[in-house]
């Protein structure tokens, strides 16, 4: 047999159809990678048809063939490919991007303040160079401050960026002098929420000073109550009278109507949330710590206390690294307690697919002393605090946090009333 005919024997008989370029081949690949992190399933069938239509495009170019000698069939079809395999690729990137995205959310962090370089105060004092410290932190780490109308468009979705809500309570007039002229120079948003009976009262604002600052659109005016008293302890009918009272004072000094309102003290129970829900608010803040999103009640929403003690630049800088803990629902769902149910069973329910709970560490603060929690997992996404004693100061707090990868902590507060004997 000559040799000739011999290697023509050997040579391995080629498939009908053209073939493709490594171009083609790269971008038909990192398309294929492209397609299984942007999430899409793939099943029998969907290959099935992926197959099909690449044996479908290589018998359209065998059936073309015989015009190619006046009609550039296969570059025409080799350019529709590369194309249209680029447009796939760029597609499933930024798909990909996108749903790794919308697994994000930064929430948004709300910090409260009362008073400023008032230092005999140090439970609810900020002394001024401690709060510029914080403003400067804010914008060194990126976050975005935020004033109430970007607040409600941010609460119910996911939030990429950071985002940060500075709220002030009672409204004292050393807000006005010491950090008023900071905020105003800098157009720094804001919501202050101003309890009507004390106002113009020593050491408080006057109307006319709220007036003017309720003039700025960065600036919005939350109610706070009338009395700022111990309102959880009240009966319902009080607790009405009084915020309906506050209400009437804002429209007749200010002509002005709030959706925000702010817990006294941060306290609640469930008839009181109701009575600000009935009373048209839409949102109530408490005063214990998380970070608010879109799985948190309106009207449990937490906030940051910021003074002296917790006002540190460290402690601070650390505050800014905390992300929202979403969850399902915390039994028991009333924060007021009696002998009868004090110490409470504290469950949390968290989402299945939310972050593993393993490692979850708490502490509160029953028998009036901090402590390490016992945890018991009912199941992987539910959780007991087990409590060894009763709260008995004031309010019982439950602290729980979890640190991530990044460095980031989910953090989640929880409060409780103790009702007076």
Not at 1 to 24: N, Q
Not at 364 to 383: I, P
Request: aromatic fraction near 14%; charged fraction near 25%.
């Amino acid at each position: 047999m000559p040799l000739a005919i011999a290697i023509e024997i050997l040579i391995p008989e080629k498939l009908p159809g053209p073939t493709f370029t490594i171009t083609e081949k790269f971008l038909s690949i990192s398309t294929f990678f492209s397609l299984i992190n942007s999430k899409i399933l793939f099943t029998s069938s969907v290959l099935f048809l992926i197959l099909s239509l690449i044996f479908l495009t290589k018998k359209l170019l065998l059936t073309l063939r015989p015009i190619e000698s006046f009609l550039p069939v296969k570059l025409i079809m080799r350019k529709f490919f590369i194309i249209t395999a680029f447009i796939v690729f760029l597609g499933t990137i930024d798909n990909s991007y996108s749903a790794a995205k919308n697994l994000e959310d930064n929430g948004i962090i709300s910090i409260m303040y009362h008073r400023f370089d008032e230092n005999k105060y140090p439970s609810t004092n900020i002394r001024i160079e401690d709060f510029k410290n914080h403003l400067n932190q804010i914008k060194n780490s990126n976050f975005k401050f935020i004033s109430h109308k970007e607040f409600e468009n941010s609460l119910k979705k996911n939030n990429l960026d950071k985002k940060i809500l500075i709220t002030i309570d009672d409204g004292f007039s050393s807000f006005y002098k010491n950090a008023w002229p900071i905020l105003k120079k800098n157009k720094i948003p804001f919501i202050i929420f101003i309890n009507t009976e004390s106002v113009g009262g020593k050491g408080y604002m006057n109307w006319e000073q709220i007036s003017e600052i309720s003039k700025f659109e960065f600036v919005h005016i939350g109610n706070h109550s009338h009395t700022h008293d111990y309102l959880v302890d009240k009966s319902d009918q009080e607790i009405k009278k009084d915020i309906e009272t506050a209400i009437d004072i804002f429209k007749t000094k200010l002509n002005y109507e709030t959706k925000f309102f702010a817990y006294p003290f941060g306290e609640y129970k469930n008839s009181y949330k109701e009575i600000v829900k009935n009373l048209g608010f839409k949102y109530g803040f408490g005063q214990h710590s998380g970070v608010i999103d879109k799985t948190k009640n309106e009207f449990e929403l937490p906030r940051f206390p910021i003074n002296e003690k917790y006002g540190k630049p460290e402690r601070f800088k650390s505050l800014l690294k905390t992300i929202p803990f979403p969850y399902k629902n915390i039994t028991p769902s009333e924060r007021y307690l009696t002998e009868k149910n004090n110490p409470p069973e504290v469950n949390i329910s968290f989402f299945e697919d939310g972050p593993d709970i393993k490692n979850i560490t708490c502490y509160s603060n029953e028998e009036n002393s901090w402590r390490k929690s016992k945890l018991h997992f009912h199941k992987k996404n539910e959780l007991r605090i087990i409590l060894d004693g009763k709260f008995t100061t004031e309010r019982g707090r439950i602290n729980c946090s979890l640190r991530e990868n990044n460095g980031n902590w989910r953090w989640l507060g929880i409060q409780f009333v103790i009702a007076n004997k």
